[in-house]
């Protein structure tokens, strides 16, 4: 498993590298290439706007995942995206068909596995998509259009009930913190932090006691 990790760290850097390159390779082309550069200081300026905003999303993200995705997981997903409403679902739903546990060699394997599947059927039929996307926006009624800002939520309850399941006081601890939390006046970006935080706090300190009790 060891071999099988240094592995995927190795390839992992390398096409992840070589992902940002190619994210960098047109707007450089753009900027420098064909003469439309906007200056330094509006992408200075911008960056700092955009980042003020989710910059803590791009540390949280990484602890949030690593724990369900593991290793090669984590690579993986975070090369195709679509982590939250896609890969993860994926890992939770191969883990429990298969019966092996998050956090494991064997649900890393599984999760990987689980992902690189939903990654390719998602470009298979997000291609075609993509293409006659405005077409399709024309044809799907108003009414099917208004479900589509639930479906995240919705798949956010699925994967919450499918691991609550399991751990069902976790499940409500998680379940009170969030809303709790995110009824608070607290800024956006810190309401993310904070879950994690409280919820770390309180499952060590729940399986501390349990530890004393046995």
């Known amino acids: 498993m060891q071999e099988f990790r240094a592995a995927s760290h190795k390839w992992g850097r390398i096409t992840l590298g070589l992902a940002i390159l190619i994210s960098f390779a047109m707007p450089l082309y753009i900027s420098f290439v064909m003469g439309f550069h906007p200056g330094f200081s509006l992408i200075l300026n911008s960056f700092l706007a955009y980042s003020a905003v989710v910059a803590?999303?791009?540390?949280?993200?990484?602890?949030?995942?690593?724990?369900?995705?593991?290793?090669?997981?984590?690579?993986v997903a975070f090369f195709t995206g679509n982590i939250s409403n896609m890969c993860l679902p994926?890992?939770?739903?191969?883990?429990?068909?298969?019966?092996?546990?998050?956090?494991?060699?064997?649900?890393?394997?599984?999760?990987?596995?689980?992902?690189?599947?939903?990654?390719?059927?998602?470009?298979?039929?997000?291609?075609?998509?993509?293409?006659a996307g405005l077409w399709l926006l024309t044809v799907i009624p108003e009414s099917i259009q208004e479900v589509f800002?639930?479906?995240?939520?919705?798949?956010?309850?699925?994967?919450?009930?499918?691991?609550?399941?399991?751990?069902?006081?976790y499940g409500l601890l998680a379940l009170g913190v969030g809303i709790l939390v995110n009824m608070s006046p607290l800024p956006l970006f810190t309401k993310n932090i904070l879950c994690i935080i409280i919820l770390i706090v309180i499952m060590l300190t729940v399986n501390k006691m349990k530890t004393k009790e046995a």
């Open 90 to 131: 994926a890992v939770a739903s191969c883990q429990e068909a298969v019966g092996v546990k998050p956090g494991t060699d064997e649900g890393e394997i599984i999760g990987t596995l689980g992902i690189s599947a939903a990654s390719l059927v998602n470009k298979v039929i997000l291609i075609p998509v993509i293409l």
């Open 56 to 75: 803590i999303v791009w540390f949280l993200e990484p602890i949030m995942y690593f724990p369900v995705l593991g290793v090669s997981g984590t690579y």
């Open 149 to 169: 800002p639930f479906v995240l939520p919705a798949i956010f309850g699925a994967v919450l009930a499918q691991f609550a399941g399991k751990f069902p006081i």
